[in-house]
């Protein structure tokens, strides 16, 4: 006999009509809720003024739900805040959308073996600006210098795009307001989530002037960069070149015109929060153990010419991002949907109900990981293959036909940043900032840190 999922445990201290108000951490809601999953069990509920939120935070539970067959996609929570930014490129549109599977398709090759291939000269450009800039100036703001760093990448590699945000002193104009303005719109969809309906009317009452604001901006900025291209000669074979030119082979059509902003905007979004969110818990990490750091240069880096076939050889590298992956995944969450009614862990799931599936308790589930499932191991997945096929929960890029496009990518991306940075630094935390603590506005990214960087060579 399977249960309702109003038996489902909750936190304590419920009170009548406004529920679980008590245990809602507007700024933090993702580490609290994987709070409560320690304390509650591996599928849980929290309920708002009847409003019922399923959050499931065990690993064995948390890999029913990336059966295709019986769970899909859910476009709600911060997801769908989002569309009012992002519309309906590819993160934000609902699956059922015919512009979803026609984007998907026209971009998908700009993700293949071979583009990786292609933008590798541009990613390791953006390396050595910013080691340039930490040879000037050792004493960085992680934050800053991660957000600039992605930002070029995507920018360079994926439109051809200088965004000037490295002290090179050319790029696009008004990236600091893009920059500004994309932030301010992430931590809105993320916070506004969790608010009582009341609180939420009013804050929105509030904000939703700056806010309009805040997406023309993110949107003038995109349509400038679209502008500049087409206003030029060069028919670049990068992101915005497929966007722009690519026809779709089972429709025929070209992208719209708002389509290909929409989806300039999502992947300067997509490909910088969450990869500036991986490289910071990475450079955290490894300026707090520095032994880790000379291993993982005297074991595979030191002596070598970090082109594209070096760095996809980078194995022990690849091994720690997977472990920062699993203990800090920068998407903490994702929605699933049940196709038909589904029995997930004794409740009863009726069809059309999405559950809130929460990576970051279930990656650190001890049934599934272990004792140490809350340790950092830098070698964890060097020894044993702990995929999502080897009984584990590990879901960091997300599932199915909506998992992250951009994985290929952002891999590429940082392990050469980081064979980069540590190759020509030695990292140490500044005082202080011995801790890394976690701030959420959509993605799950450190709150800001200093890190000292002393060139290799004048150490000794
Ligand atoms: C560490 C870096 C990254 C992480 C952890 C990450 C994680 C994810 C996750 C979990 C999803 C699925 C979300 C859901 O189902 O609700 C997703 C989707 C997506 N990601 Fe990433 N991502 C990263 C980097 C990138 C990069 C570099 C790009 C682009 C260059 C990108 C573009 C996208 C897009 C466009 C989607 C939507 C795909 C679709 O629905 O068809 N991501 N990502």
């Known amino acids: 006999m399977t249960k309702q999922l109003s038996d489902l445990p909750h936190p ?18 993702t580490q609290h809720e994987a709070t409560l999953a320690r304390e509650l069990g591996p599928i849980f509920q929290r309920e708002l003024l009847g409003d019922r939120l399923v959050v499931v935070g065990g690993s ?3 890999r029913e739900t990336l059966n295709e067959q019986n769970w899909g996609r859910a476009l709600v929570g911060p997801l769908a805040q989002l569309r009012e930014i992002a519309g309906s490129g590819l993160f934000t549109a609902r699956s059922k959308d015919p512009l979803w599977g026609q984007a998907r398709r026209i971009l998908t090759p700009g993700f293949s073996q071979e583009a990786m291939r ?18 000037r100036h050792p004493v960085l703001d992680v934050h800053d210098d991660m957000t600039a760093a992605t930002l070029e990448v995507i920018g360079r590699a994926g439109f051809s795009q200088r965004m000037g945000l490295l002290g090179d002193g050319q790029g696009a104009d008004g990236t600091d307001a893009f920059v500004a303005a994309l932030g301010r719109v992430l931590t809105w969809a993320s916070e506004s989530t969790n608010d009582l309906p009341i ?12 806010r309009r604001q805040d997406v023309a901006t993110a949107r003038t900025f995109v349509e400038n960069i679209i502008e500049r291209r087409k206003a030029s000669s060069a028919k670049d074979n990068d992101l915005l070149g497929l966007m722009l030119d690519s026809i779709d082979p089972e429709t025929g059509d070209k992208l719209p015109v708002d389509n290909v902003r929409d989806q300039v905007l999502t992947f300067l979004a997509a490909g910088h929060e969450t990869t500036a969110a991986l490289m910071e818990v990475a450079l955290f990490h490894l300026a707090a153990d520095p032994d880790l750091a000379n291993e993982l240069v005297a074991v595979e880096m030191e002596g070598t010419h970090l082109d594209y076939s070096t760095v996809v050889k980078l194995r022990r590298t690849r091994a720690f991002i997977n472990e920062c992956l699993r203990l800090y995944p920068p998407a903490p969450g994702f929605f699933r949907v049940a196709r038909t009614d ?7 799931v009726p069809a059309g109900r999405a559950v809130f599936v929460l990576a970051l308790a279930a990656q650190k589930d001890p049934a599934a990981w272990g004792p140490d499932a809350e340790e950092f191991r830098a070698d964890r997945f060097l020894n044993e293959r702990l995929t999502a096929s080897s009984g584990r929960f590990f879901s960091p890029w997300g599932a199915g036909p909506r998992a992250c496009i951009g994985r290929q990518f952002a891999i590429h991306e940082v392990t050469l940043l980081i064979a980069s940075i540590l190759t020509r630094f030695d990292l140490k935390l500044t005082e202080g900032h011995g801790n890394l603590t976690l701030r959420e506005r959509a993605t799950l990214r450190p709150d800001p840190f200093q890190i000292v960087a002393t060139p290799r060579e004048t150490r000794r």
């Open 12 to 29: 304590s201290g419920r009170v009548p009509i406004l529920g679980d108000i008590r245990s809602v951490d507007r700024r933090r809601p």
């Open 342 to 348: 589904q029995n997930l862990g004794g409740y009863t």
């Open 199 to 210: 609180v939420g009317a009013v804050r929105e009452l509030l904000g939703a002037g700056r």
């Open 118 to 135: 292609a933008y590798h000269d541009a990613m390791a450009s953006v390396a050595e600006d910013l080691v340039a800039k930490w040879t």
């Open 60 to 62: 064995a539970l948390g």
